[in-house]
């Protein structure tokens, strides 16, 4: 693309400021001044795209935002089974500042205490579906092309052939509909798509020299699966991970809309957009909010996750 | 100098560095060449020493906003490549110079039969425009068959993946000499492919350049190639040339410390096997020393060489070197 | 020929998968904990008539058996009867799906073509406001759920802006043309009457933009950096210096290989476009398959589960054969290579 004169011009003048400031010998320091610069790297790839910064920030709110929910609320007894007719459908005013519900319930409080149940699922679904699925992909991908490989993939094969929300909404509906089991019929649609990424690169790199030649060596069927093929698979798990919890956000939000995540008087906020859907347009606060809430949570999660790929990435020339 | 010829293509001094991280990395610092009408110029030197960059930048097909140059030109028949705008640009690119790229299987798109992708080059060729489809279609097949590709009626329909890595070297050729360019810019060919083939390629390339009378710039890191292949030959050390002179005169007398390692590091058939080599590698170039770049790995460097950068300058015979402690010989 | 054996493998792999996934699904249906006949015949039933309802469907017979009776009843379209809708649910999915199948065939069309324009123009004006811009309303769309989309839609276009109409399939007044294929934007068109076919097309357009709107931002964003990373290809500055002009590299050149790995992705967002479909066509009231297959879970309607399930998950697997068939279209690497 021909690039204006001008614009050439302006990055010709960027770069002979930054040069003319900049040391002329790179310093070599001991381990310690090393290991800070790796850290001083990973940031600098994390932080050159600013919308990470800002995920980050937006996550490290609301997680400190869930934990002090009793102590920063302004109407912490507002999370439960609270009326207060007299203070029903309030519009946002200073006394509450995102409106109140049919109940009279503040809006912030209640979306603030959202976020509890929000990252708890995130987490644990995490927790339990990303060691059983890299264990799995470890296990299809070492034994690859033998029927322990035939039997993983194609089981992961079927789970990923149903539309995640549909089977997760089946499983939730047969059960009792609280958090747990929502949690639950997340985990199971869930731990395929670890499976499938974590086979992709232990087929792919069950062949490569260094495998062979530990193999040679004689090394243990655990200390290739777990020191050598692990470690590759790290980077890809990370960085999915960090995108999956918004995604999880937002599967648990929609079960919740359904009714089939937490249950009342407990707020979440897809209940919360579901409940506040039937006052509008004249009551839209009790809607907009949770619904922006939801995209903003989200969102954190979403930038900080690129940002985590971002830092991860090998062999980008751009950031060395 | 060869006064009897003008010359086509004069790179002056060029500076250009590559963005990074904690800053710009001054990949070429003062490059000098010059082509002239006809010539055959070589240009050699070691793995990221900034061949292949020096010649794109001929052309202006470096990554667009990853680069700056701090200074110099490169005059494509008295008119800086620099400054042309996308217009000028385009009939430089469609009309006067045609390049070869290092890796062939890289510089064929994978998604398009070699007759798309030729076809597209004729339509924007000089000589291909206001033709017809069936002429342009002749043109494509005369290009494949003139690199001794038989049968170019089949590889016409053919994907690159179709192809070993000798042939797709030759449709690169192909595409590049289908229609009559007053210069040429081969960047490694070959270097991907084994040697007999690299011969073959090497000696198709040298026969076609001279039977349409091209100037060509030949990058290589072998010497051999080079002393076969080209008129004069411009030795690049960490994006300087360091040392430039006619092929025969080169190899006759080398006066820059890097090239006396370079041509001692050829192995020979006579025995003795290789000689010395070179200590050390390339400078960081995010980094660089601040005198003459060659200096840290230098037998004769002095304290003038770590404080001052040496100028190229002409010796005689054409033999321009940048040095500050030529050996009398 | 290499490719006639993958498209086999391929064919083979996705009977496996629907077998795999009729088990699964006939094993979510029988764990469901309460009694099958009494959840069937409602709490007042009689103990006979329950009793006859359990020997008529099986339930004595041990668990393969049942499989099998059921599988060979969905083979031959009999889904058993819906609790619900005391109808069979063969013909709920005859009267709903083809309202599904429009949405999402809309859907469909908004996503690629938005996607593949957003993507091209942020590619080609990378790093500048263009290309901000489509990525900040590519990570507020993707961070949408499809209820908050349809939700904000509606509020937007049912009661503040109000130019098209969002709820239900046609105007209130307006009669639905002869079903042919159920498309009533089709059906209009046979039957030649514009009106309704401009009226119904209308009503799909909200709904689709609502249901392509997370996949289509997704989409955008890859094929913008494959775009990227593409555009720093030797073969692409092959053909910069040869004088081939910009425009047509980036919309050929650069686009083509580019699509590979964005029309992977599109197969499967176009796909769980029907999952998602379950929110959208229950807020903005539109009378489809997933809207019922919602209500029946709601209503632990075993039977319209099953069937919603298993036709869902039809659906994803052919589409996901077309798009392994239109990736093989697009990279001969496939095509002449066989599988990778």
Not at chain 1, 199 to 222: D, F, H, P
Not at chain 2, 286 to 300: E, M
Not at chain 3, 46 to 53: D, F, H, Q, R
Not at chain 3, 84 to 94: F, G, H
Request: proline share 5%; hydrophobic share 45%; glycine share 8%.
């Amino acid at each position: 693309m021909a690039v204006s004169a001008r614009k050439r011009e302006k990055e010709l003048k960027k770069a002979l400021a930054y040069e003319a400031h900049r040391p002329e010998e790179r310093s070599i320091g001991s381990f310690k001044e090393m290991r800070k610069e790796n850290l001083k790297r990973a940031w600098y790839r994390f932080s050159h795209n600013k919308l990470s910064v800002i995920g980050l920030i937006i996550v490290v709110i609301v997680v400190l935002a869930a934990i002090f929910a009793g102590k920063i609320t302004p109407y912490p007894e507002h999370a439960g089974a609270f009326t207060d007719f007299a203070n029903s459908t309030k519009a946002p005013c200073g006394q509450y500042l995102l409106g109140t519900d049919n109940m009279g319930r503040d809006i912030l409080t209640r979306i603030v205490f959202s976020f509890r149940g929000a990252l708890k699922m995130a987490i644990l679904v995490l927790v339990i579906s990303v060691p059983v699925g890299t264990f799995l992909g470890l296990l299809a991908g070492f034994m690859n092309r033998t029927w322990v490989d035939t039997v993983i993939m194609r089981i992961s094969d079927i789970f990923l052939s149903v539309p995640a929300l549909l089977l997760a909404l089946a499983v939730a509906s047969i059960l009792k509909p609280n958090l747990t089991n929502s949690m639950l019929a997340i985990t199971i649609m869930w731990w395929p798509w670890y499976t499938r990424i974590v086979y992709g690169v232990a087929t792919s790199c069950k062949n490569e020299y260094y495998v062979v030649s530990a193999q040679l060596l004689g090394a243990s069927k655990a200390h290739i699966i777990f020191k050598e093929i692990l470690p590759n698979c790290l980077s890809p798990i990370l960085t999915k991970m960090s995108l999956d919890v918004g995604w999880v956000i937002l599967m648990g939000a929609t079960l919740s809309y359904v009714g089939m995540g937490e249950q009342p008087p407990i707020p979440s906020l897809g209940q919360m957009v579901s409940d506040g859907a039937r006052y509008m347009p004249d009551q839209w606060w009790m809607t907009i909010f949770p619904c922006l809430a939801i995209i903003i949570i989200i969102m954190g999660f979403n930038f900080m996750g690129d940002g985590i790929g971002d830092m991860l990435s090998k062999g980008d020339s751009k950031y060395e | 100098m060869s006064n009897e010829k003008t010359p086509i293509l004069e790179i002056k001094n060029l500076k250009l560095w590559f963005k990074v991280y904690k800053g710009y990395s001054k990949v070429l610092d003062g490059v000098n060449i010059t082509v002239h009408q006809g010539e055959k110029v070589g240009i050699v030197g070691e793995a990221g020493c900034g061949k292949t960059t020096t010649v794109k930048s001929i052309l202006g097909i470096l990554p667009e906003g990853q680069y700056v140059i701090p200074e110099g030109e490169i005059l494509y028949k008295g008119e800086d490549t620099l400054k042309m705008n996308s217009r000028q640009l385009g009939k430089v690119r469609s009309g006067e110079i045609s390049m070869i790229y290092q890796e062939p299987s890289a510089a064929l798109n994978p998604v398009f039969t070699i007759g798309q992708q030729m076809m597209e080059v004729a339509k924007n060729s000089d000589q291909g425009k206001g033709k017809t489809k069936a002429e342009r279609r002749e043109m494509v097949l005369n290009a494949i068959r003139d690199v001794f590709i038989p049968d170019p009626e089949r590889i016409f329909d053919y994907y690159p993946v179709q192809l070993s890595g000798g042939m797709k070297q030759r449709i690169c050729i192909a595409m590049a000499i289908m229609t009559q360019r007053d210069l040429m810019i081969a960047d490694e060919p070959g270097t991907a492919l084994d040697v007999t083939i690299q011969d073959q390629v090497h000696k198709t390339l040298d026969r076609l350049v001279e039977e349409r009378d091209m100037a060509l710039i030949m990058i290589t890191h072998s010497l051999g190639v080079a002393r076969e292949l080209t008129d004069s030959i411009n030795v690049m050390y960490a994006g300087t040339v360091v040392e430039a002179a006619p092929t025969a005169e080169l190899f006759r007398k080398q006066l820059h410390p890097y090239t006396i390692g370079l041509m001692e590091a050829v192995p020979r058939l006579a025995g003795g096997g290789i000689q010395a080599g070179i200590y050390g590698s390339i400078p960081d170039y995010l980094y660089p020393p601040k005198g003459c770049r060659f200096a840290p790995r230098c037998p004769r460097a002095t304290e003038q060489c770590l404080e001052n950068k040496p100028e190229l300058v002409d010796v005689g015979n054409g033999h321009k070197v940048a040095c500050f402690n030529i050996e009398e010989v | 020929m290499n490719f006639k054996k993958y498209l086999l493998k391929r064919l083979l792999l996705a009977v496996v998968v629907m077998i795999g996934l009729s088990i699964v699904i006939f094993v979510i249906s029988r764990i469901m904990p309460g009694d099958v006949a009494t959840m069937a015949l409602g709490s007042t039933a009689t103990e006979e008539a329950k009793e006859n309802y359990r020997i008529a469907n099986h339930l004595y017979d041990p668990m393969l058996l049942q499989y099998f009776y059921w599988i060979g009843g969905v083979l031959r379209g009999d889904f058993g009867t819906s609790t619900s809708t005391d109808r069979p649910v063969a013909m709920d999915v005859a009267e709903f799906l083809p309202a599904t199948l429009e949405l999402v065939v809309m859907a469909a069309i908004i996503l690629v073509i938005l996607s593949i324009v957003l993507g091209v123009l942020a590619a080609k004006y990378r790093n500048t406001i263009v290309d901000a811009i489509v990525r900040v309303l590519s990570y507020i769309g993707v961070a949408m759920p499809s209820f908050v989309i349809a939700t904000l839609l509606l509020l937007f276009f049912g009661h503040v802006w109000k130019i098209i109409p969002v709820l239900g399939r046609l105007s209130y007044g307006l009669t639905a043309p002869a079903t042919v294929t159920g498309f009533y934007t089709i059906d209009a068109l046979i039957a030649g009457d514009i009106k309704v076919f401009f009226n119904a097309f209308l009503h799909l357009l909200v709904p689709a933009f609502a249901l392509a709107l997370g996949g289509l931002c997704q989409e955008a964003r890859i094929i913008r950096n494959s775009m990227v990373e593409n555009g720093s290809k030797d073969y692409l500055s092959a053909m910069r210096g040869y004088g081939v002009p910009e425009g047509k590299i980036l919309r050929k050149y650069q686009l083509k290989p580019s699509l590979i790995p964005a029309v992977s992705c599109m197969g499967m967002d176009i796909a769980s476009l029907m999952g998602n479909a379950f929110l959208v066509e229950t807020i903005f009231n539109w009378p489809g398959i997933s809207r019922y297959g919602l209500s029946s879970m709601l209503g632990k309607d075993l039977n319209a589960i099953a069937a919603v399930l298993l036709i869902f998950g039809l659906i994803f697997v052919i589409v996901n054969i077309i798009v392994d068939l239109i990736v093989a279209g697009l990279d001969p690497r496939i095509r002449l290579g066989g599988a990778k």
